[in-house]
């Protein structure tokens, strides 16, 4: 059994997901013919969490703006993706920094016609705050094509949905989804730490880069690098 078909046997309250971080056996590195950029320059093999080369984790969430559920992986041999995590209190400008990526993004691949063959995910992991309408005035307040077909705002249902994707799932740090009480915003009862990964995933289902700090990624690097994918 190969590790996408794994991991879509296991299921958590209606989505698809793993317990157990993604080091050791469940890491398969692919070959150059599965990829369509080179390696990177920083390696990120040792790391839990998917990276070069490695099949990207099928997961289903809804969206609750189309009021249809998304599978990742029902965008492979379709679709190359960019997925990162969010919230839409985020009180620092990171989340807002990160969907700014995916939208220009999005915004060059309807301007060179390739809108079709890519697909933009942002992934909230405060669904109790994150209501359908809160995501939809938060994307459109940052110009994002809600209309387009290829941009899906997901939503867990539960909080503790959201932390087993982060953590058993994406493998990313562990408590990097614990609510923050003691906060210098009075506005906000909580906040979070930051999590600003943005994940290049190939229309075969394999990872072509990690921005690990996705919020400062140069944005025409990211997206000559998607653009080289989708086309590629």
Same mark, same amino acid.
């Given at each position: 059994?190969?590790?996408?078909?794994?991991?879509?046997?296991?299921?958590?309250?209606?989505?698809?997901?793993?317990?157990?971080?993604?080091?050791?056996?469940?890491?398969?590195?692919?070959?150059?013919?599965?990829?369509?950029?080179?390696?990177?320059?920083?390696?990120?093999?040792?790391?839990?969490?998917?990276?070069?080369?490695?099949?990207?984790?099928?997961?289903?969430?809804?969206?609750?703006?189309?009021?249809?559920?998304?599978?990742?992986?029902?965008?492979?041999?379709?679709?190359?993706?960019?997925?990162?995590?969010?919230?839409?209190?985020?009180?620092?400008?990171?989340?807002?920094?990160?969907?700014?990526?995916?939208?220009?993004?999005? @915004?060059?691949?309807? %301007? =060179?016609? !390739?809108?079709? $063959?890519?697909?933009? +995910?942002?992934? /909230? &992991?405060?669904?109790?705050?994150?209501?359908?309408?809160?995501?939809?005035?938060?994307?459109?307040?940052?110009?994002?094509?809600?209309?387009?077909?290829?941009?899906?705002?997901?939503?867990?249902?539960?909080?503790?949905?959201?932390?087993?994707?982060?953590?058993?799932?994406?493998?990313?740090? @562990?408590?990097?989804? %614990? =609510?923050? !009480?003691?906060? $210098?915003?009075?506005? +906000?009862?909580? /906040? &979070?730490?930051?999590?600003?990964?943005?994940?290049?995933?190939?229309?075969?289902?394999?990872?072509?880069?990690?921005?690990?700090?996705?919020?400062?990624?140069?944005?025409?690097?990211?997206?000559?690098?998607?653009?080289?994918?989708?086309?590629?």
């Amino acid at each position: 059994m190969d590790r996408r078909t794994y991991l879509g046997s296991a299921g958590v309250a209606g989505l698809t997901s793993v317990a157990g971080c993604l080091g050791g056996a469940l890491k398969s590195i692919r070959g150059d013919d599965d990829t369509v950029l080179g390696p990177p320059e920083t390696d990120l093999s040792e790391a839990t969490h998917p990276s070069y080369g490695d099949e990207y984790p099928a997961v289903s969430v809804p969206d609750p703006l189309s009021g249809e559920t998304i599978s990742t992986d029902q965008f492979e041999g379709d679709r190359t993706v960019l997925m990162t995590f969010l919230y839409t209190n985020c009180p620092d400008g990171m989340c807002p920094a990160l969907t700014l990526r995916l939208r220009r993004a999005q @915004e060059v691949a309807a %301007e =060179k016609g !390739y809108g079709d $063959e890519a697909a933009f +995910l942002a992934m /909230t &992991f405060d669904p109790e705050r994150d209501t359908a309408e809160t995501l939809r005035t938060f994307g459109e307040e940052r110009s994002v094509d809600l209309d387009a077909g290829n941009w899906h705002f997901l939503r867990p249902e539960r909080y503790e949905e959201a932390q087993s994707i982060i953590s058993d799932t994406y493998g990313l740090p @562990e408590g990097s989804l %614990e =609510k923050q !009480y003691d906060t $210098e915003y009075e506005q +906000l009862e909580y /906040t &979070f730490p930051h999590l600003p990964y943005i994940f290049l995933v190939n229309e075969k289902g394999i990872v072509e880069r990690v921005y690990v700090r996705g919020h400062t990624v140069d944005i025409s690097r990211l997206v000559d690098d998607f653009e080289t994918v989708v086309t590629g």
